[in-house]
Nanobody, 127 residues
Framework: QLHLVESGGGSVQAGGSLRLSCKAS????????IGWFRQVPGMPREGVAS???????FYLDSVKDRLTISRDNAKNMSYLQINSLKPEDSGTYSC?????????????????????WGQGTQVTVSS
């Protein structure tokens, strides 16, 4: 089990960039795949990116040109870089983790796949 803490959110103007961070503690971080999810009020969490330990990355099609997910296993960290921010990017961004297996590849967008969640960090983009 991992304990996850996000940081790096804030209020930015459209066109700006943010790098969100996810600090993990507890179990062996390298054994987990990490997903980043966005949630807006009244809507379910939406998977926007995921990274498996082997380095394979997945992105939501609608944002893949502006997002970069990465991880640093030595630091127990995952990062989500978001460029060219748009107002529709606003929401609470959470990182999530599960022990790596086939679900990390086939079902990375499904929030039910992940067992460990952070509290989230708020991103607000103004036009």
């Amino acid at each position: 089990q991992l304990h996850l803490v996000e940081s790096g959110g804030g209020s930015v103007q459209a066109g700006g960039s943010l790098r969100l961070s996810c600090k993990a503690s507890g179990d062996t971080f390298s054994q987990y795949c990490i997903g980043w999810f966005r949630q807006v009020p009244g809507m379910p969490r939406e998977g926007v990116a995921s990274i498996v330990n082997a380095g394979k990355r997945f992105y939501l099609d609608s944002v893949k040109d502006r997002l970069t997910i990465s991880r640093d296993n030595a630091k127990n960290m995952s990062y989500l870089q978001i460029n060219s921010l748009k107002p529709e990017d606003s929401g609470t961004y959470s990182c999530a983790a599960k022990l790596s297996d086939g679900y990390c590849y086939m079902n990375w967008k499904q929030r039910q796949v992940y067992l460990d969640w952070g509290q989230g960090t708020q991103v607000t983009v103004s036009s």
